[in-house]
């Protein structure tokens, strides 16, 4: 037999040339979005238990007083777990008012919200860009809890 059939019969170098195409294939489509998705995953689960964190710890610090104003303490504690909370509003009654002296309805909820920024690996290639943050990847977060 010859050198030349020998080597064209024996393809064990075929495996190595494709497994380097494969390995290419499953790092850039397949792990970098997963990384992506697991961090996102990781920021919405943080803000969203510092939202139900700042929740509680409002249930202690109660806005309202008798006559349905709404007084915030002094101090009041406007970011938590590296979150800043924004947007603070009470609201009374079943209609989502806002409090006041003439609206003092019950239930009483109080709303409030975080921004959370993604900052995905993939976003640096335009296809994954259009894909991860279509229009921004800043997100708000919004949140109410009721408390009387």
């Excluded at 495996?15 to 494969?22: H, R």
Aim: charged letters at 10%.
């Amino acid at each position: 037999m010859s050198l030349r059939r020998c080597l064209i019969r024996d393809q064990r170098g075929a495996v190595a040339l494709e497994t380097m195409i494969v390995y290419i294939f499953l790092a850039s489509f397949l792990l970098v979005p997963l990384a992506d998705v697991a961090a996102a995953g990781f920021q919405f689960i943080s803000a969203w238990s510092a939202l139900r964190s700042f929740g509680q710890y409002v249930q202690y610090y109660n806005p309202l007083g008798p006559d349905g104003t709404v007084t915030w303490r002094s101090g009041l504690q406007t970011t938590v777990a590296g979150h800043s909370i924004s947007n603070l509003q009470v609201k009374c009654g079943d209609a989502g008012a806002t409090c006041s002296p003439s609206n003092i309805a019950s239930p009483k909820y109080i709303t409030f919200s975080t921004t959370i920024t993604l900052a995905p690996i993939g976003a640096r290639v335009p296809f994954w860009k259009s894909v991860l943050c279509p229009t921004s990847c800043t997100y708000t977060l919004a949140y109410s809890e009721r408390f009387q």
